[in-house]
């Protein structure tokens, strides 16, 4: 539906984005990762047409949409980070306002019909400015629905809301998703695993991978650390750790009986190569038994900390910064 060609942005002299590419396919919910200042605001603005890229091309439905503005208008439901909206209105004359603005044929009725979808109906009467966040953004997301919407761009929609307002939000996008192809940026981990079926994860300005949430942690939890459980006791702690800790490729080697039970320890490996069988192979050379051998908390967040890591190693060593990771279980 949305295809983005090799764009790159730059402001004065700083360039932000290098040579951005991807797809959102119809029906998806693609998740836009990465920390503060990554790039996530500026390609979203770059996509709805508010910002002209230094160069590349976005197309929608195969229109370039800087040719084809209204192309793209039209069908395009956008949310940006810091929701405006006029205090003195109501939720309801909002959200009409917003219907006509949008030429709407029967504004109120598609009014009463989003603000039913979006939860907002027992709000219908309450002045903007008395909303909590988390009904601010339920605004927010019902103006982006309002028309003929097929592609929503959501730009942080859960920044600054409590976790009950998060939930509350996730489950509405969840519930748009089923008829609209949304696009959402966030820095936060569980965001994506919970609310997207596929991830980009943009690291200063790069694509530096993309999968599903399930595929990236399987794809990077193996470089990052792990937990091994030796039939060791408490008093053999020191000289086993001395044998996981010989290869130059393991970076680290903690006792964790506390966190693991007894016998274990917690290896972090340079994250150059999957080290799993190499630390095995290790212990039962050294005579240990292995009871337990398991990542080491292998969420997205590891998967993402791992890979921002090995992006800033690479640069550091001169290397290609591009980690090379696209695909991973997509
Ligand atoms: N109008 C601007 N003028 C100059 N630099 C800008 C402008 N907008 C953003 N930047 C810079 O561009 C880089 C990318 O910013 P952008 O807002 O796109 O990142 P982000 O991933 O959305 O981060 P955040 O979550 O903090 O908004 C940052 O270094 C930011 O300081």
């Given at each position: 539906?949305?295809?983005?060609l ?9 360039r932000?984005l ?7 396919a ?8 990465g920390?503060n200042?990554?790039g ?34 039209s069908?395009?439901?956008y949310?940006?980070?810091?929701v405006p ?8 004359e ?8 949008k030429?709407?044929a ?6 009463a ?15 903007v400015r ?10 927010g997301l019902?103006?982006?629905?309002l ?9 942080e ?18 519930e ?28 200063e300005?790069r ?40 290869p ?6 903690e006792?964790?009986?506390?966190q693991?039970g ?6 972090t490996?340079?994250?150059a190569a ?15 038994g292995?009871l ?9 967040e ?11 190693g ?17």
């Amino acid at each position: 539906m949305l295809e983005v060609l090799n764009l790159s942005h730059t402001y004065g002299s700083t360039r932000v984005l290098h040579d951005v590419s991807f797809t959102v396919a119809e029906g998806e919910i693609l998740g836009l990762l990465g920390p503060n200042g990554a790039g996530k605001s500026t390609t979203m603005r770059i996509l709805t047409g508010y910002l002209q890229p230094s160069s590349g091309r976005v197309l929608f439905a195969g229109k370039d949409i800087q040719k084809e503005p209204l192309a793209l208008r039209s069908q395009l439901g956008y949310m940006p980070e810091n929701v405006p909206l006029y205090p003195e209105l109501t939720v309801e004359e909002h959200l009409v306002w917003t219907a006509r603005l949008k030429e709407a044929a029967d504004a109120k009725g598609d009014t009463a019909a989003v603000m039913e979808r979006c939860r907002l109906t027992e709000a219908r009467g309450k002045l903007v400015r008395h909303l909590s966040k988390g009904f601010r953004q339920r605004v927010g997301l019902a103006q982006a629905i309002l028309g003929p919407t097929r592609l929503l761009i959501l730009d942080e929609p859960t920044a600054g809301l409590d976790p009950q307002q998060i939930r509350e939000i996730r489950d509405l996008i969840r519930e748009l998703g089923k008829d609209k192809t949304i696009l959402l940026s966030t820095h936060i981990l569980p965001e994506v695993e919970l609310t997207c079926d596929r991830v980009l994860i943009i690291n200063e300005g790069r694509i530096v991978a993309e999968g599903t949430p399930g595929g990236l942690v399987d794809t990077f939890g193996r470089h990052g650390s792990h937990i091994i459980r030796l039939d060791v006791d408490q008093a053999d702690a020191g000289e086993a750790l001395k044998t996981l800790d010989a290869p130059a490729w393991v970076r680290s080697v903690e006792v964790s009986y506390e966190q693991y039970g007894e016998g274990a320890f917690t290896v972090t490996t340079d994250g150059a190569a999957d080290r799993r069988a190499d630390i095995i192979r290790l212990a039962t050379q050294a005579g240990y038994g292995v009871l337990e051998f398991k990542p080491a908390g292998a969420g997205l967040e590891d998967a993402f900390v791992n890979l921002v890591h090995r992006q800033a190693g690479l640069a550091e060593n001169g290397g290609e910064t591009q980690a090379g990771a696209q695909g991973a279980g997509s």
